[in-house]
């Protein structure tokens, strides 16, 4: 089976930095993904790990282990825009390109 | 480039109903992923398509069925429908089954069974 867990909710100021922590167990494991998702609308694609390490891409940031089924999201300069859900997926080779997400973890971004 | 769509926006339905849902992916993708997002969860695996064929599939009952057509859009049907169906259902299409890495998602519709 699958099991994806990351906190509910987080809290942060803008400006500040703030990191998202997802652990998964999967068989199979094809890669891992960060979506986000504004209230309300679909999500979009932030991150991509298939292998090892840190991936960057301007103010946000994706680190996978995959000998610890464990992976965070960095995002750096906090701004307004980014309160949203934050939703962790892996994907598993039997399941073709079909993620599964976890519940996700709710940002609130204050001034 | 047109991303994908889907049809209606918003769905009012009483239970026993059935109702179907459209799709619309990408220009030149032939992989169709539907997903089922209840308020406050992720989204949830229902099955995907590939080439017109039933690739993979979450844990759903029967009732979820899905299509998908030459021109790679797709439908999702759901019979008998129940009050826990009240969800975003979104579509993703992707342009391969394997290779590609990323899912693009629609916009969605919202189911509200009543």
């Known amino acids: 089976g699958q099991n994806i867990d990351q906190p509910t909710e987080m809290t942060a100021t803008e400006g500040a930095i703030v990191q998202i922590n997802c652990t998964y167990q999967t068989s199979g494991f094809n890669g891992l993904f960060w979506y986000q998702q504004h209230a309300g609308e679909a999500p979009t694609f932030l991150s991509y790990?298939?292998?090892?390490g840190l991936e960057e891409k301007g103010r946000f940031s994706s680190f996978l282990s995959r000998s610890k089924g464990y992976s965070y999201l960095l995002l750096k300069e906090l701004q307004m825009k980014d309160s949203a859900s934050y939703l962790c997926?892996?994907?598993?080779?039997?399941?073709?390109?079909?993620?599964?997400f976890g519940k996700g973890t709710t940002l609130s971004v204050s001034s | 480039e047109t991303g994908v769509t889907q049809s209606p926006t918003h769905l009012i339905k009483t239970r026993g109903q059935q109702v179907t849902l459209r799709c619309s992916s990408q220009?030149?993708?032939?992989?169709v992923s539907w997903y089922q997002q209840a308020l406050g969860q992720g989204p949830q695996f229902i099955f995907q398509?590939?080439?017109?064929?039933?690739?993979g599939r979450g844990n759903f009952p029967p009732r979820f069925s899905g299509l998908q057509f030459p021109n790679y859009s797709s439908e999702l049907n759901v019979n008998a429908l129940e009050l826990d169906d009240s969800a975003l259902y979104l579509c993703?299409?992707?342009?391969?089954?394997?290779?590609?890495?990323?899912?693009?998602f629609g916009p969605g519709t919202r189911l509200t069974v009543t």
């Open positions: 790990n298939v292998l090892d």
């Open positions: 220009s030149g993708h032939n992989t």
């Open positions: 993703a299409s992707s342009p391969d089954r394997v290779s590609s890495y990323e899912q693009y």
């Open positions: 398509y590939y080439r017109e064929e039933e690739n």
């Open positions: 997926a892996v994907r598993a080779w039997q399941a073709g390109t079909a993620l599964i």
